[in-house]
């Protein structure tokens, strides 16, 4: 039967023992088990935490007793997108807010089953100290998501709420906190979203590895757009 191959955008980051990880989280490593040349084959162990790399969020990070990663419904995490482009041409700033008011321009197009991908420009600073000092999302900008039915967000930053050294900043984990709660999934690190916007029939796959009992993992996120 003939096919003919689908263009797929690869939105995830390379896992490599240089990438900037979530302070105090645990780094990616990789380490040789055996060769090819001494053993005839090639096997690595590999360690990194649950929210390493382009990675998505169980409801259980936040919520005791919520929705571990292998228990999320693999639909939920395939289906039709929509990329919101809050990046104001490049000219959002480091810890600039970005509220509701940023995100109801889409309103019509964020239908539930949806899944919201939050372009603000920062993934072109992977690998910066500034990567850290990223855009962050308001509860409201929450709040409004999950009223209009969305469950499922992606943002291009390390975390949707503020990062700080140590502890939390003073909108504490409210992002993080209204839609896990709300029994949703949240997409962190996720890259290369400035293509796709305003791409019709755009759809995105954030399938994560199936790790019984654990909060997050890592994801190959992906893009197509559907004729
Ligand atoms: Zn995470």
Not at 4 to 22: A, E, F, M
Not at 100 to 106: A, G, L, R
Request: aromatic share 8%; charged share 20%; with cysteine.
């Amino acid at each position: 039967m003939a096919s003919t191959s689908r263009k797929l955008y690869d939105l995830t980051h390379s896992l490599n023992p240089q990438i900037q990880v979530y302070p105090g989280d645990p780094k990616y490593a990789a380490t040789p088990l055996t060769t090819v040349a001494a053993d005839g084959y090639q096997i690595h162990g590999l360690s990194f935490g649950s929210h390493t790399g382009t990675h998505i969020d169980a409801p259980s990070h936040f919520v005791q007793g919520g929705d571990t990663i292998d228990q999320i419904p693999l639909d939920q995490l395939v289906r039709p997108a929509v990329v919101i482009d809050v990046s104001k041409s490049g000219t959002v700033r480091p810890k600039q807010k970005i509220t509701w008011s940023d995100i109801q321009p889409y309103e019509n197009e964020l239908k539930p089953g949806v899944i919201a991908l939050i372009y603000m420009g920062w993934y072109e600073k992977w690998g910066t100290q500034e990567y850290f000092d990223h855009p962050y999302l308001t509860k409201d900008a929450a709040e409004g998501l999950i009223a209009c039915g969305i469950r499922v967000v992606g943002v291009d930053t390390l975390n949707p709420d503020e990062t700080v050294a140590e502890g939390e900043g003073e909108n504490g984990f409210g992002f993080h906190s209204v839609l896990l709660g709300a029994g949703g999934i949240i997409a962190e690190n996720v890259t290369n979203l400035k293509p796709l916007v305003g791409l019709p029939g755009l759809h995105v796959s954030l399938l994560p590895l199936k790790l019984e009992g654990i909060d997050g993992s890592p994801v190959r996120a992906i893009a197509w757009q559907m004729d």
